[in-house]
């Protein structure tokens, strides 16, 4: 779909240039600093409650998630991360890669869990 001056209305106009280097790979072993945020960055993880964040039951599924990522890719592990009303951060572990990428897929929905919004070592 176009608008009158001719410019494609279907096609998302971001706002920022982005952050990766161009010609790096990705799927090297390192660290990756990530960030998740809902969309149109509506407050769908929960809300800050005197300060403190309180997990709803979506923000407790992307604990969750990001918890057992490890368990679904084995060449992956997850370091701190803080879950935000709207947003979402985390430090990935890419290990042992060879380049051939960590693979793709979910592995759907997983249980709830009691989030805490930091990883224990």
Excluded: K
Aim: charge should be neutral.
């Amino acid at each position: 779909m176009r608008n009158i001056a001719g410019a494609d209305i279907c096609r998302p106009i971001w706002s920022r240039r982005s952050p990766r280097l161009p010609y790096y790979d990705y799927s090297l072993a390192g660290a990756y600093f990530v960030t998740v945020c809902a969309r149109g960055r509506e407050c769908r993880f929960g809300d800050v409650v005197n300060g403190q964040m309180r997990t709803n039951v979506v923000g407790a599924i992307v604990d969750s998630v990001w918890r057992d990522l490890p368990t679904y890719c084995p060449s992956v592990e997850t370091d701190w991360y803080v879950i935000m009303p709207n947003h979402f951060h985390g430090i990935l572990l890419l290990v042992g890669s060879t380049g051939d990428g960590v693979g793709a897929g979910s592995p759907g929905p997983l249980p709830d869990a009691n989030a805490t919004g930091n990883r224990e070592r």
